[in-house]
């Protein structure tokens, strides 16, 4: 498949760890790891599965390979402006961890990494509609690389440690930590923050932080705990833990949401009890809470077309908007029992609530 068949990606919107000052200008770069391509905007995942021939289509031409400044080739050039050269792509290896590229840098190229003033690279691939990646066709200087296990410039060639210490130092922030914590007072943090047993809004901003970290968009736990699941393969001691941290969140959060609609129940029910609405009483408060918090709405409907007791002890009627007409609150529960009874007889065992909403759907 020829190139012109194939969709291109520029890889840049992450930050890398910061080299070591005073680490030599490297002859050789990073260009993709192997395997299932995770990126931090989402694209992807791109499938690198033939490592040797995306090195012989991407050099087939037989000319080098540029290297600019963040894809000014492909963004800037089309409109005229200058993308010049800042190295040149000379060969590439299949290693272990993936596609090493040798690089010739010239001296613009080389000033600005003794500066330290760049500290990514970002390849150009090409894809076909599967995400298979064929070629790579240029590659930039970047300070934001979108590719995740991608070894930084001037920085040991451990991937799982660049991708660990990079996850450390944003959860740190995140923590209110020194960038410089380790992964043993990050998760210290992380426990403590449990212990808190934050508000229902805490929990899900906290949720909602962890995903940003892990490049998630929303909060989702689903799509956290499986981005966090995904990322273990990169990482060692840290990934485990924050899997551990999101399930909890998770659950908490659950809690609480739960422990909202049952409180809101509580306050309807309670409060038409005291509203002297007939039929409403402690014997049956239990059955029209659980009633409300599978279904707000129609349970309000349906209580506010109870009677409510005057002052004078008579009952005053409400207008019913339920197949119920004219019926008043003891005649809805005794109605109810007789459906429930009549289920019953028939085998089928169902709850108040459920006879509650039969009868208000006209049910006999």
Request: glycine share 6%; charged share 25%; proline share 4%.
């Amino acid at each position: 498949m020829s190139d012109t068949a194939l969709s291109h990606a520029l890889m840049a919107s992450q930050s890398l760890p910061i080299p070591s000052a005073g680490t030599a200008v490297p002859d050789w770069v990073h260009l993709l790891p192997l395997g299932a391509v995770q990126t931090v905007d989402n694209r992807g995942p791109y499938l690198v599965e033939n490592a040797e021939a995306i090195i012989a289509a991407s050099m087939s031409e037989g000319v080098d390979l540029l290297i600019d400044l963040d894809h000014a080739t492909d963004k800037l050039a089309p409109q005229g402006w200058p993308a010049p050269a800042h190295g040149w792509i000379k060969e590439m290896q299949s290693r272990e961890d993936g596609i090493w590229g040798r690089v010739e840098w010239n001296k613009a190229g080389r000033a600005l990494l003794e500066d330290r003033a760049y500290r990514g690279i970002s390849p150009v691939i090409y894809h076909d509609t599967e995400n298979r990646v064929h070629s790579i066709g240029r590659a930039s200087l970047v300070n934001r690389p979108n590719i995740r296990g991608i070894a930084a410039l001037n920085a040991a060639t451990d991937t799982k440690k660049d991708a660990r210490m990079t996850l450390t130092q944003r959860l740190a922030k995140l923590l209110g930590l020194k960038a410089e914590a380790t992964d043993d007072e990050v998760w210290a943090a992380l426990e403590a923050k449990m212990a808190a047993k934050p508000e229902t809004a805490a929990a899900q901003s906290a949720l909602t932080d962890i995903g940003v970290a892990l490049g998630v968009e929303g909060d989702d736990p689903a799509a956290i705990l499986n981005a966090a699941k995904t990322l273990s393969s990169e990482t060692t001691t840290l990934v485990p833990s924050l899997q551990s941290q999101v399930t909890e969140l998770s659950t908490e959060l659950k809690g609480m949401k739960e422990a909202t609609r049952k409180k809101q129940a509580e306050d309807f029910i309670d409060g038409e009890i005291a509203n002297l609405r007939m039929g409403l009483n402690s014997a049956n408060r239990d059955e029209f809470i659980a009633m409300h918090m599978e279904n707000p709405d129609r349970t309000e409907k349906i209580v506010g077309g109870f009677a409510v007791m005057t002052a004078s002890g008579r009952p005053q009627a409400a207008k019913l908007t339920t197949s119920l007409n004219a019926a008043t609150s003891d005649e809805v529960s005794e109605k109810a029992a007789a459906y429930r009874a009549k289920m019953k007889a028939a085998g089928k065992d169902i709850s108040f609530t459920q006879a509650v909403l039969a009868v208000s759907e006209g049910k006999q």
